[in-house]
Each structure stands twice: as structure tokens, then as C-alpha cells.
């Protein structure tokens, strides 16, 4: 076939850009007879050339090419490695294990990481043991990553004990890394870790993992979790823990979260924490969720970039609620503040 005739030549064009474009066509158009060049492209000069290829060979389905694909692995372009263990995963999942084995002394941590982002995202019952065996891995950050992709991968399928030593043991792990990944991963697990969590808030020597343990309380709704966390807001703590203890404490729903915040004495950088993480931290975000509408409302204001403002915006809100106790919760909100449109507000309310 005449068409089937250029893209074989096209592939080997001496422009990289004409490569991948014949690559592509020759996945649009099912040519499995393209096999043997594609995988003669895992060894391009051309690191976008080679991922193509193997997204190529992952596409087409012959699961003849897998041990080709394991030759090529781990390739010196992390984004390769990663499309090749895609393309194995999409194949053959039993032969992601040699990935691993292949992995298993190397200090390559982009390698690891992007196997172990691959074995997240698969849907098959072949993820998990594949995953176990990286929990004992020489590398912090890869043991973390496979702690948070264990919780990920168990979610659905029967593995729910497996996960939940993993989590265990990595709250005991000497690393900080690992044991704030694996305070994340207790919230999504049955087995319930409060106890450890509390220890974990007020001895930890890590400042990552007393946020992560204050977040993970809240989270829990953790028995005796509401004076753990309004100590670790009075205490002489980094901001990063004083603003996920804050946050989690209004969970509970008894004092006001701009209160506790506005007595801190670095009540603007905690404000600045609570915006930005509330903006890029997925547990932070879920916190800010589940909290009250009233308690919505104050880290909206202490959001805002002067107090006035802040008093304003709460001032607004409290007009939208109608329950009558989440406007009373509001007032010593207010009154933190002790401003101008803070003691309007509170007139407003008086009349």
C-alpha cells in the first residue's frame, strides 16, 4: 500500500519533527506492520521522537512488543520512562514488575516516580503487589509516593489491609517525607490512627508532618482533636502548622477561626499560608469544604489583604445566612477584628 510505503520512509526522515508525524500516522492508521521501525524509535536521537514511539507501541496492542518496550526502560528522558511504562502497562501489567526489578538498586528517583505514577493511575488488581514492592525502597521520596499511591490504587479493590500497614508503618518511617505522606493516606483508609496522629501534632520534630497530623485530625474529626489542635495554635509553632491547626480546629466548631488566627503574632503570614494552600493543597482544600457555612465565610475574609477588607466581607456574608446561630458564631468575628465595619456590623445587628 502506497500510503503504508511513505510513512515506513517517513520514519526514518533525518527531520524529528517529520518522525513523530509519521509515528502518529501510523497509530491513526492501525499499521501494526509499523512495529518493528517503531520500535527501532525507542532508541532516537530525539527524546519526543522515542516517547511517541512508545505511546505508539502501548496504542497498537501487540503484546509481542513488551520486552522490547522492558529493554528500552528506564530511558534518560523521565517523560520516556514514563510513556514506556505506560505503554507496558496498556500491554502486559504482569510485566511491570520487571520495570521494577530493573529499578530495584538504581538511584534514579524520576524513573521510580514516574513507574510508580503509572501504577497509580491503572485500574487493575496487578497495581497494588506491584506497588508493595517499592515500599521498601533506599528512596524517601519514591517510599512516600507509593504510600500515596497505594491509598489511591486500594480505594476499590480488596487490598484495604495491605494499605493500611503500609500507612502504619510509614507513620514510624525516619523520614519526614514519608511519614506526612503517609498522614495523608490515613484519611482515606477504614483503620483509624488518632491516637498516633496526636502524638504526631505535639512531638514530631518535623514541622511538615505536625501540618500534615493537624490537617489529618480535622479531617478524622479526631476524639480530643479540638484541644490538641487549639494548643498547637498557642504554642510557639512554624506558621505552616499554626494555620493547618486553625483551619482543622474550626471543624469542631466551637471558637471562631479568625479569632484564633488574628491573636497569633504572625497573624498576616498565617493568612497568607491559609490563601495560598487553600488554593493549591488538596488537603487543605477538602478541609475548607466540610466546614460550616459561617466558618466558609471567615476564611474568606481572612483572605483578604487588609482587615478592612476582611471586616467588609464578613460584615456582607453574614446578611446571605440565615441561621440565626451561624450569625451569632459570626460576631466574635467580628469583634476579633475590632474595626470600624466590624462595630457597624455588630450595631446593624443590635437593631
Known amino acids: 500500500m502506497a500510503a503504508e510505503s511513505d510513512i515506513r520512509r517517513l ?4 527531520n524529528p519533527v517529520v518522525r513523530e508525524a509519521a509515528v502518529q500516522a501510523a497509530v491513526d492508521a492501525r499499521l501494526t506492520s509499523m512495529v518493528p521501525p517503531l520500535i527501532d524509535l525507542l532508541g532516537d536521537s530525539e527524546a519526543s521522537v522515542r516517547r511517541n514511539a512508545a505511546r505508539a507501541l502501548g496504542g497498537l496492542g501487540d503484546r509481542s512488543v513488551a520486552p522490547a518496550l522492558l529493554r528500552a526502560f528506564p530511558d ?10 505506560v505503554a507496558v502497562s496498556r500491554l502486559d501489567v504482569g510485566a511491570l514488575a520487571g520495570l521494577i526489578d530493573l529499578l530495584a538498586e538504581s538511584p534514579d528517583v524520576e524513573s521510580k516516580l514516574a513507574l510508580i505514577r503509572t501504577l497509580r493511575r491503572s485500574r487493575t488488581s496487578e497495581a497494588v503487589p506491584a506497588l508493595q514492592r517499592l515500599l521498601g525502597d533506599q528512596l524517601p521520596e519514591v517510599r512516600a509516593a507509593t504510600i500515596e499511591a497505594l ?6 479493590g480488596g487490598e484495604r489491609e495491605l494499605v493500611a ?21 490515613s484519611c482515606g ?18 514541622s511538615l508532618v505536625r501540618e500534615r497530623a493537624a490537617l489529618a ?12 489542635l487549639t494548643a498547637a495554635c498557642r504554642r510557639a509553632e512554624p506558621s505552616n502548622v499554626r494555620a493547618a491547626a486553625a483551619l482543622a480546629a474550626g471543624v469542631f466548631d466551637r471558637q471562631s477561626i479568625v479569632a484564633r488566627v488574628v491573636e497569633m503574632p504572625d497573624q498576616m503570614t498565617v493568612r497568607e499560608l491559609l490563601r495560598e494552600r487553600l488554593k493549591r493543597d488538596a488537603r487543605f482544600r ?20 487588609d482587615d478592612g477588607e476582611a471586616q467588609t466581607s464578613l460584615a456582607q456574608g453574614m446578611r446571605s445566612l440565615l441561621d440565626a446561630g451561624e450569625r451569632v458564631r459570626l460576631i466574635s468575628s467580628l469583634r476579633a477584628f475590632q474595626g470600624e465595619q466590624s462595630r457597624g456590623a455588630l450595631l446593624q445587628m443590635v437593631r
Open 76 to 85: 534518560p528522558s523521565f517523560n520516556v520512562t514514563e510513556a514506556i511504562a
Open 189 to 206: 483508609v477504614e483503620e483509624r490512627h488518632g491516637q498516633d496522629l496526636l502524638a504526631l501534632l505535639e512531638d514530631d520534630p518535623s
Open 165 to 185: 500497614t503500609a500507612v502504619i508503618e510509614g507513620l514510624g518511617d525516619p523520614d519526614d517525607i514519608v511519614r506526612a505522606s503517609a498522614i495523608d493516606a
Open 286 to 305: 477538602l478541609l475548607g469544604r466540610s466546614l460550616s457555612a459561617a466558618r466558609q465565610l471567615e476564611l474568606r475574609a481572612l483572605g483578604k489583604p
Open 151 to 156: 491509598e489511591r490504587a486500594g480505594r476499590s
Open 11 to 14: 520514519l526514518s526522515d533525518p
Open 217 to 228: 485530625i480535622g479531617l478524622l474529626r479526631v476524639p480530643r482533636g479540638e484541644g490538641a
